[in-house]
């Protein structure tokens, strides 16, 4: 089964992909803050992990670049999910090793999962 | 402070890009032109003063006079200004932070409303799914109007971004005709496109010209009142692509056509029974199409429809 981090602090939005990664069959780790996504990043060793910007601790962009610099976690595909839409922060997150910039408030939850099964090549 | 930092604090146009306010209205960029209008003075005021004055001490109090009364010229000047580049600044942010704040429980709401609508994991009644719908279509209006606010706050403070590449006009049309297909069926109006074969492609932002027709398609389906058609045409007319959009909806009442394009303005004949609608489509609309080289233009009679239409420079 594939492994999914979910970096997000709203345990709201966590909930919700719990549900529907596991209907989709997929196995979902959660990280409230951006030091247990790297913490969990290393030793879980997930498929794919999808990564919110605004964070406690660690904020996003730097929790991006500690895990491309990371050879352990270097070669995860990221997905950055955000409401965040400030002048120049696509170009930042793929300059920095993002995958794709989704903005959450442009997708269904249909879109979305779309999106994670293509990065996941399934 | 590192040789980098200091290049970067004398590069005075990124240090202007920050506020979001053109060359001449930022402070580090009048600083340094009054700098030189002020040491240019002084210089010019010390050669005249040495040719027409005997004594030098006249000549320097001449030229400290000349350089005092600049520098405090200067020094009001550039501190209105800096007051004005600090208050776009923080509009920016301000509007950039409370639209994400906004943003996010809406996200929240929306997916945990669709997981529930799916009814994979329970059993949604009808009544409930009615209700749910109505859920979802004002989490999906309040999601909107932050959208358009949050582009029209970029086009006021000139940080709007256009990326552009070559696109198939007609085929954004296509795609977008067919996804307004089920909302055209529900308010009886059946829209046809025409077009000739293998236009020309324009050099635009996708994303931005998709939202510019989805506003005039909406628009035209929307405000038709009974049954209806909406016409779309596309067609090349020499270095430019001409696309129009009439329909048979109420029109726009002769004393409102000049405010269409106005923020936050809405026609006196639609508001009574139309109370959805922010008002910015045809703002955006009108920013997006003469920013990427095109004019827009409409004609309408009241009771009897309009007919808006814009053009492009082909690529």
């Known amino acids: 089964m594939k492994k999914i981090l979910f970096i997000e602090d709203e345990s709201a939005l966590q909930k919700t992909f719990e549900e529907i990664l596991s209907q989709e069959g997929y196995k979902m780790i959660s990280a409230l803050d951006g030091e247990v996504g790297l913490k969990l990043a290393q030793t879980e060793k997930p498929d794919l992990i999808l990564l919110d910007l605004v964070l406690p601790k660690v904020h996003g962009f730097d929790v991006l670049k500690k895990l491309k610099e990371n050879q352990e976690t270097k070669e995860i595909p990221v997905i950055v999910l955000t409401n965040l839409e400030g002048i120049g922060d696509v170009e930042k997150a793929i300059e920095l090793g993002a995958t794709t910039y989704l903005v959450k408030a442009d997708y269904s939850l249909k879109e979305l999962v779309k999106k994670i099964k293509k990065a996941l090549g399934d | ?315």
């Open chain 2, 1 to 315: 402070m590192e040789l980098k930092e200091i290049l970067n604090q004398l590069n005075v146009v990124s240090q202007c890009r920050k506020y979001g306010l053109s060359l001449w209205q930022c402070p580090q960029f009048l600083f340094l032109l009054m700098g030189i209008i002020i040491i240019g003075s002084a210089i010019t005021a010390f050669l005249i003063g040495t040719r027409y004055v005997a004594d030098p001490q006249i000549v320097a109090l001449i030229v400290l006079v000349i350089s005092t009364i600049l520098l405090v010229i200067a020094f009001s000047i550039i501190h209105g200004f800096e007051r004005l580049a600090e208050a776009n600044r923080m509009k920016t942010e301000f509007i950039s932070i409370v639209s994400h704040q906004l943003r996010s429980p809406l996200s929240n709401l929306r997916w945990a409303l669709e997981l529930l609508m799916s009814g994979r994991n329970n059993l949604v009644s009808e009544k409930q799914l009615e209700y749910f719908t109505i859920f979802k279509e004002n989490i999906g209006r309040m999601q909107e109007l932050i959208k358009d606010l949050l582009i029209v706050s970029r086009i006021e403070t000139q940080t709007l971004v256009l990326k552009k590449k070559e696109v198939s006009l007609e085929d954004l049309i296509k795609e977008l005709i067919s996804e307004f297909e089920s909302f055209a069926k529900a308010c009886n109006v059946k829209v046809k496109f025409q077009a000739k074969e293998n236009l020309a492609k324009v050099f635009v932002d996708s994303s931005q010209i998709r939202q510019v027709v989805e506003n005039l398609l909406d628009n035209a389906i929307r405000y038709i009142k009974d049954e209806g058609e909406v016409k779309v045409k596309l067609e090349q007319k020499g270095r430019k692509l001409y696309f129009e959009i009439k329909d048979n909806g109420v029109g726009i009442p002769k004393e409102d056509q000049k405010y269409i394009f106005q923020k936050f303005f809405r026609a006196g004949n639609i508001m009574k029974y139309q109370t959805e609608g922010s008002g910015l489509g045809l703002y955006i609309t009108k920013f997006i199409i003469e920013k990427s080289g095109g004019k827009i233009g409409f004609s309408s009679q009241e009771g009897k429809g309009s007919t808006f239409w814009f053009t492009l420079p082909i690529s």
